[in-house]
């Protein structure tokens, strides 16, 4: 994919350099609208420089060794500081969602206003290379120079009352807004730009009490005002990137005032603060509203951030100082766990939640509760938020001067302040949820044991660990993933939390050698015993009743005669004597043996056919494609899929070529050359042949291979340059029907199909719609043909691959249309060269045509009383609301289900989903699969919370965005997800975690990494293109993702990068992030996409590595077009092969290799996946993403 992002700023390896940021965050491309102006990446906002003490960026989140967290044993607080800073004055009107699109613009807020986040995250845990630090967590990776007062915090006492003096939305908004500070890269010093005036008055806020209750004199708000009523102004960024992350966690630390005011010294220190008076960071003073005020109105005051801990002497309050308002678990500020908890009670003890965290925090006790004083603008006392803090609305930010772009005035902040010190302290990313940290604990905690799947409501592993599963009664994982293996028992709690409640099904999953696959069962003549009221098939969930003669259906309760073949007795315990003699009555996953009467017209299937049609255009022919297809259809139609190894396969094949007109080939066994039949009449298709178009390979093998060969010779010199394409499906089509069989259509397409015909297609590309209104019209076909066409193959079994080799742009969204509804798929190789590209395409064609499948399938997901199965996605077709037709379904296309309440649930019973599939196998027999998973029912949110999978959260997620913007504008789609976000993790805050500062981020432990996940979801090409990614890119990854499952998904949004040091015996190198942070330039490191696979090599790698992989000493020496390694006699390069081999087994798609050397041209296309950094088409990182995501919760909240 192409991947226009440019790289972030920051440098590959090691902090970001000051200033990283940029400042401007330019507009991309088209320039994001103010309010959300770009971000900085991460750097801008993180200069380097030691974190505060105790402050952490993230501080907010305690990483899971913080103290234990009386929150919730779910959570994860993240101290995001003490709330950046409350909102504005005013809090923002809900109703004037900002988008927040993706970040870079206009508004922070997206849509709805943003919830609160601060339970949205869990705290990551910091990747378990890195040792937790226990306590407060330091930042210690630079934070946003906040220049934090030094002067002594007031009093606690004073804070509360000031605070509690402060109205809250009384006055103009400040200038600087609550928590907006301004991005330090991209502003001047943040302090600066929120004051209008000199930072340095920032420098001593004055008391809290002192704090005028009301927003800053309204000079300065009234450049924030701006921002509150309308949306920023463009300057403004929408998130400053680095700024506000850490200061949103700053927030909860004491700084009030302006960041631009002095520094406070580094933190670098992690300590927990000094004792010291906290620096301040000052916002502009006049800039920021008093934080304290308004902002806030919901959570408790920020006030409690706002203690910052004076004694603390780092610029950033530790994150886990919130708590020391807070009674409530806060112990992040604890010396020893990181801020960031989730979940569990970090590792080191939390003082309990009536001490006052401030020890937590390790501030002495006096000092914290002293706030400093608020800095002229802050409100209440609240520190002001930097920008892109997340806590307020997402609206204009108030006071929050937007980007700055040059020559541009700070707006609303009053005199562009200077610029920012270089010294920023920035979040330190250890300090929040790490996703390396929580999959390495889940492969350590969970991959020695088998996964059994007799208890209800159990979730399982994660889908990056290796584990075996034992069926007893549910599902295996590998068939069905739920978003939520707790269901809340009423529409109301599911409103309330807004998780979605979904299953990713993969009906016909492909399972590891030690597991055994689902047996089959016959019934005979009688068929598979069924309810008689909702028709669920018989399963673990049916109870028998009166001696076993009946039995009573546990989806709707309707009680059903055994049949007399059927009856068994039953035990003491009422269940039958024969119970684990039959899969349906002891396993959650079997098949039936489907009867005469599960068939089409009542007549038992033929076997499937599959036809091949080879575009023989010029492009075709001059890049080898045609040459390279007819040679491998020699080997490979020895490979069609069978059921039984031993047996040849029943697949009977048939072959066409095509340019503007169709040959049909007859290749019947008693032939001694191949006959070719030309149709130019494209506009009414017909089948020229009957007898000996469709042929058994053994019976014909010597006539295929006459053709095959003859075919690249036949059309070698061909000047026709134009195709056709709704006619090359609708010849495929009318074969089957002629042979009254299901099957497979495999196209091999290179143009836009612009010669006169039914389904030709004009250049419809326009990047000028690309960001406006009219863009979904480019997801969606050009006519109602190919729609049309794909209702006729689903009736007839017709599945289509599509395999696409264009030079330019060739209509994916119109093209795709009868693949996606088949249950098909597209596979693309743009600019395919046959030196570089021919591996990876026979790769893919090998395994397309060997999968297991089978044809002509109807799937219905039956559920108990109470829910019911509401929306599906994925590559099918429907033609009523229940049914969900493939004309092809294999092992690799899963179907998401989203469910919704139609009545109570009951905590006794649970909720049951049954998934069943009636197909026909590619031996021609007809079947049906059968999947039930029973889960269980929760009146009380925390247990809600306590079982999901945010792996499949995600997996729906993405999915639901991509459907949508088919009708939505893509910045409507980024915001409506963050808003959902936040709102989950805000209806966990309030209602399941413990009480604690507004400051800290708590995250369920479940979910901590749910912000970094849907970051990488809004960031991705198709929701945020860069501007080199085309159109037909994003639709191709647009419908490749609506069948992923959930191991594809994850590893899609957050690609495995390892390092390349030790790869001794069979286990893998620790994974590190993705981040360009975590690069160094002595190492090489592999990072795998799930479509691409990356070797970066550092300009710095020693010598004995490189002659290990690449056969030679010298960086310079190394051959950046390779697209495989050598084959050295080493154990280094054999490993290395090998994991690069094991990598590529697993996934659908095989990944090609691409070396990328330090500093070249390729390596912006691998900065494109280091998914925590900043984007190069204008995407958040995830720390700058945290801290917004912080501030819709706490807005929420508010």
């Known amino acids: 994919m192409n991947v226009n992002q440019q790289t972030p700023m920051a440098s590959p390896y090691g902090p970001p350099q000051p200033g990283y940021g940029?400042?401007?965050?330019?507009?991309?491309?088209?320039?994001?609208?103010?309010?959300?102006?770009?971000?900085?990446?991460?750097?801008?906002?993180?200069?380097?420089?030691?974190?505060?003490?105790?402050?952490?960026?993230?501080?907010?989140?305690?990483?899971?060794?913080?103290?234990?967290?009386?929150?919730?044993?779910?959570?994860?607080?993240?101290?995001?500081?003490?709330?950046?800073?409350?909102?504005?004055?005013?809090?923002?009107?809900?109703?004037?969602?900002?988008?927040?699109?993706q970040y870079p613009e206009g508004d922070s807020q997206n849509g709805p206003p943003p919830m609160d986040h601060s339970m949205a995250q869990p705290a990551h845990r910091s990747p378990v290379s890195q040792p937790y630090s226990q306590g407060a967590m330091n930042l210690s990776g630079p934070h946003p120079s906040y220049s934090q007062q030094y002067g002594a915090p007031p009093p606690m006492q004073?804070?509360?009352?000031?605070?509690?003096?402060?109205?809250?939305?009384?006055?103009?908004?400040?200038?600087?807004?609550?928590?907006?500070?301004?991005?330090?890269?991209?502003?001047?010093?943040?302090?600066?730009?929120?004051?209008?005036?000199?930072?340095?008055?920032?420098?001593?806020?004055?008391?809290?009490?002192?704090?005028?209750?009301?927003?800053?004199?309204?000079?300065?708000?009234?450049?924030?005002?701006?921002?509150?009523?309308?949306?920023?102004?463009?300057?403004?960024?929408?998130?400053?990137?680095?700024?506000?992350?850490?200061?949103?966690?700053?927030?909860?630390?004491?700084?009030?005032?302006?960041?631009?005011?002095?520094?406070?010294?580094?933190?670098?220190?992690?300590?927990?603060?000094?004792?010291?008076?906290?620096?301040?960071q000052p916002f502009p003073n006049s800039a920021p509203p008093p934080v304290s005020q308004a902002s806030y109105s919901g959570p408790p005051p920020l006030t409690q951030h706002s203690f910052p801990p004076s004694s603390q002497s780092g610029p950033f309050p530790p994150i886990s100082i919130s708590p020391s308002q807070y009674p409530g678990p806060q112990p992040q500020s604890q010396p020893g766990p990181p801020p960031f908890h989730s979940g569990p009670s970090p590792r080191g003890p939390v003082p309990p939640p009536s001490m006052s965290q401030q020890q937590a925090n390790h501030l002495p006790p006096g000092p914290m509760q002293q706030q400093q004083p608020p800095q002229p603008g802050m409100q209440g006392g609240y520190p002001t938020q930097q920008n892109g803090a997340f806590g307020q609305p997402r609206g204009p930010q108030p006071g929050y001067a937007g980007p700055q772009y040059p020559g541009q005035q700070n707006y609303g902040a009053g005199p562009a302040p200077a610029p920012a010190p270089p010294a920023q302290k920035r979040l330190d990313p250890d300090s929040i949820p790490s996703p390396i940290q929580v999959i390495e604990d889940d492969r350590v905690n969970k991959s020695?044991?088998?996964?059994?799947?007799?208890?209800?409501?159990?979730?399982?592993?994660?889908?990056?660990?290796?584990?075996?599963?034992?069926?007893?009664?549910?599902?295996?994982?590998?068939?069905?993933?739920?978003?939520?293996?707790?269901?809340?028992?009423?529409?109301?709690?599911?409103?309330?939390?807004?998780?979605?409640?979904?299953?990713?099904?993969?009906?016909?999953?492909?399972?590891?050698?030690?597991?055994?696959?689902?047996?089959?069962?016959?019934?005979?003549?009688?068929?598979?015993?069924?309810?008689?009221?909702?028709?669920?098939?018989?399963?673990?969930?049916?109870?028998?009743?009166?001696?076993?003669?009946?039995?009573?259906?546990?989806?709707?309760?309707?009680?059903?005669?055994?049949?007399?073949?059927?009856?068994?007795?039953?035990?003491?315990?009422?269940?039958?004597?024969?119970?684990?003699?039959?899969?349906?009555?002891?396993?959650?996953?079997?098949?039936?043996?489907?009867?005469?009467?599960?068939?089409?017209?009542?007549?038992?299937?033929?076997?499937?056919?599959?036809?091949?049609?080879?575009?023989?255009?010029?492009?075709?022919?001059?890049?080898?494609?045609?040459?390279?297809?007819?040679?491998?259809?020699?080997?490979?139609?020895?490979?069609?899929?069978?059921?039984?190894?031993?047996?040849?396969?029943?697949?009977?094949?048939?072959?066409?070529?095509?340019?503007?007109?169709?040959?049909?080939?007859?290749?019947?066994?008693?032939?001694a050359q191949p006959q070719m039949m030309v149709v130019s009449d494209v506009s009414d298709m017909f089948l020229p042949l009957l007898d000996g178009f469709l042929v058994g390979v053994n019976d014909s093998r010597m006539v295929i291979e006459s053709l095959l060969d003859q075919i690249p010779e036949m059309f070698a010199d061909t000047r026709e340059t134009e195709t056709v394409f709704g006619p090359v499906i609708q010849a495929g089509l009318e074969a089957l029907k002629a042979a009254d069989c299901a099957g497979k259509l495999f196209v091999f397409h290179s143009t836009l199909p612009i010669a006169e015909a039914p389904g030709k297609l004009k250049n419809r590309e326009d990047k000028k719609l690309v960001g406006t209104d009219k863009e979904k019209s480019?997801?969606?076909?050009?006519?109602?043909?190919?729609?049309?066409?794909?209702?006729?193959?689903?009736?007839?079994?017709?599945?289509?691959?599509?395999?696409?080799?264009?030079?330019?742009?060739?209509?994916?969204?119109?093209?795709?249309?009868?693949?996606?509804?088949?249950?098909?798929?597209?596979?693309?190789?743009?600019?395919?060269?046959?030196?570089?590209?021919?591996?990876?395409?026979?790769?893919?064609?090998?395994?397309?045509?060997?999968?297991?499948?089978?044809?002509?399938?109807?799937?219905?997901?039956?559920?108990?009383?109470?829910?019911?199965?509401?929306?599906?996605?994925?590559?099918?077709?429907?033609?009523?609301?229940?049914?969900?037709?493939?004309?092809?379904?294999?092992?690799?296309?899963?179907?998401?289900?989203?469910?919704?309440?139609?009545?109570?649930?009951?905590?006794?019973?649970?909720?049951?989903?049954?998934?069943?599939?009636?197909?026909?196998?590619?031996?021609?027999?007809?079947?049906?699969?059968?999947?039930?998973?029973?889960?269980?029912?929760?009146?009380?949110?925390?247990?809600?919370?306590?079982?999901?999978?945010?792996?499949?959260?995600?997996?729906?997620?993405?999915?639901?965005?991509?459907?949508?913007?088919?009708?939505?504008?893509?910045?409507?789609?980024?915001?409506?997800?963050?808003?959902?976000?936040a709102q989950i993790l805000a209806c966990y805050r309030k209602n399941c975690a413990s009480p604690s500062s507004a400051g800290q981020l708590i995250l369920p432990e479940c979910m901590k990494?749910?912000?970094?996940?849907?970051?990488?979801?809004?960031?991705?090409?198709?929701?945020?293109?860069?501007?080199?990614?085309?159109?037909?890119?994003?639709?191709?990854?647009?419908?490749?993702?609506?069948?992923?499952?959930?191991?594809?998904?994850?590893?899609?949004?957050?690609?495995?990068?390892?390092?390349?040091v030790k790869l001794d015996g069979g286990s893998l190198p620790m994974a590190v992030r993705n981040s360009e942070e975590r690069l160094s330039k002595g190492g090489v490191y592999l990072l795998e996409t799930g479509l691409h696979l990356f070797l970066w090599v550092g300009a710095n790698a020693q010598q004995e590595l490189l002659s290990n992989i690449f056969g030679t000493p010298t960086f310079s020496q190394i051959d950046p077009n390779m697209t495989s390694l050598p084959e050295l006699d080493n154990p280094f390069s054999q490993r290395l092969r090998e994991i690069i081999d094991s990598f590529r087994s697993q996934r659908s798609r095989y990944m090609k290799l691409m070396v990328v050397k330090q500093e070249d041209k390729a390596e912006l296309i691998f900065k494109h996946f280091l998914c925590e950094d900043k984007g190069t088409s204008g995407g958040a990182s995830y720390v700058d993403f945290l801290c917004h995501m912080h501030k819709e919760i706490r807005q929420l909240l508010s």
Do not use: W
């Not at 302090?191 to 004055?206: I, L």
């Not at 030079?807 to 093209?815: E, I, P, S």
């Open 158 to 280: 004073q804070v509360t009352n000031q605070m509690s003096g402060m109205q809250i939305g009384s006055g103009p908004p400040t200038s600087v807004g609550p928590g907006y500070a301004h991005h330090p890269s991209t502003q001047p010093p943040i302090s600066a730009a929120y004051s209008s005036a000199a930072p340095p008055s920032y420098t001593q806020a004055p008391p809290l009490s002192a704090a005028p209750s009301q927003p800053p004199p309204p000079s300065e708000p009234a450049a924030s005002q701006p921002y509150y009523g309308g949306p920023p102004p463009p300057q403004q960024q929408p998130f400053p990137s680095a700024h506000h992350p850490s200061q949103p966690f700053v927030s909860s630390s004491p700084y009030l005032g302006p960041p631009s005011q002095p520094q406070a010294p580094p933190v670098s220190q992690q300590q927990s603060f000094p004792p010291g008076p906290p620096a301040q």
């Open 448 to 671: 020695s044991e088998p996964f059994t799947t007799g208890v209800k409501g159990q979730a399982p592993p994660l889908v990056t660990t290796n584990f075996q599963v034992k069926d007893q009664g549910n599902a295996s994982p590998r068939f069905i993933r739920c978003t939520a293996y707790n269901m809340p028992c009423t529409a109301d709690m599911a409103k309330q939390s807004q998780v979605p409640l979904a299953a990713v099904i993969k009906p016909l999953a492909m399972l590891p050698p030690d597991e055994t696959p689902p047996y089959i069962v016959d019934h005979g003549e009688g068929g598979p015993i069924r309810c008689n009221r909702c028709k669920a098939y018989m399963c673990p969930y049916m109870q028998f009743i009166e001696g076993g003669r009946r039995f009573q259906c546990g989806f709707c309760s309707c009680v059903t005669e055994v049949p007399p073949h059927y009856f068994q007795h039953l035990d003491h315990t009422g269940k039958r004597v024969d119970c684990y003699d039959r899969p349906e009555l002891s396993q959650g996953s079997y098949e039936f043996v489907a009867t005469v009467d599960y068939c089409k017209n009542n007549k038992l299937p033929q076997p499937p056919s599959f036809i091949f049609f080879i575009d023989v255009s010029y492009n075709a022919v001059k890049s080898g494609m045609v040459n390279i297809v007819c040679q491998e259809l020699k080997t490979l139609l020895d490979y069609l899929p069978r059921e039984n190894p031993e047996a040849d396969s029943v697949v009977r094949v048939g072959f066409v070529t095509y340019n503007k007109v169709l040959h049909f080939y007859n290749v019947k066994s008693s032939l």
């Open 778 to 981: 480019l997801f969606q076909p050009q006519s109602g043909f190919y729609s049309n066409l794909s209702k006729e193959c689903v009736a007839q079994g017709c599945c289509v691959d599509l395999f696409l080799f264009p030079n330019q742009y060739v209509d994916v969204a119109t093209l795709a249309v009868v693949p996606v509804s088949t249950g098909g798929s597209v596979y693309k190789y743009t600019y395919f060269q046959a030196e570089t590209d021919r591996e990876r395409f026979l790769n893919d064609l090998r395994r397309d045509v060997q999968k297991p499948m089978g044809f002509d399938a109807v799937m219905r997901v039956r559920t108990s009383t109470g829910i019911r199965a509401t929306d599906f996605f994925g590559s099918f077709f429907m033609s009523n609301t229940t049914d969900v037709e493939l004309a092809g379904l294999d092992c690799d296309k899963t179907v998401t289900v989203e469910f919704r309440h139609d009545d109570k649930l009951s905590e006794d019973t649970g909720a049951l989903m049954q998934c069943a599939v009636l197909y026909t196998s590619c031996s021609g027999q007809r079947r049906l699969r059968v999947h039930n998973m029973a889960v269980n029912c929760c009146s009380q949110l925390a247990d809600l919370y306590r079982n999901c999978e945010t792996d499949t959260i995600i997996n729906f997620f993405s999915k639901y965005a991509y459907r949508s913007i088919l009708n939505t504008p893509t910045k409507t789609v980024r915001d409506t997800m963050v808003n959902q976000c």
């Open 1009 to 1060: 990494l749910l912000p970094v996940y849907l970051n990488c979801v809004l960031k991705s090409d198709v929701l945020q293109p860069g501007a080199d990614i085309s159109l037909d890119d994003r639709a191709y990854l647009r419908q490749l993702l609506s069948c992923m499952d959930v191991s594809e998904s994850h590893i899609f949004f957050y690609p495995r990068l390892l390092p390349l």
């Open 22 to 101: 940029q400042p401007s965050y330019a507009p991309l491309g088209g320039g994001y609208p103010g309010p959300y102006g770009p971000y900085n990446g991460p750097a801008a906002a993180y200069q380097p420089g030691a974190p505060p003490q105790g402050y952490s960026p993230y501080a907010s989140f305690p990483s899971k060794a913080v103290a234990a967290n009386p929150v919730s044993d779910l959570s994860s607080p993240l101290d995001l500081g003490p709330a950046r800073g409350p909102l504005t004055s005013a809090p923002r009107p809900v109703s004037t969602p900002q988008a927040y699109s």
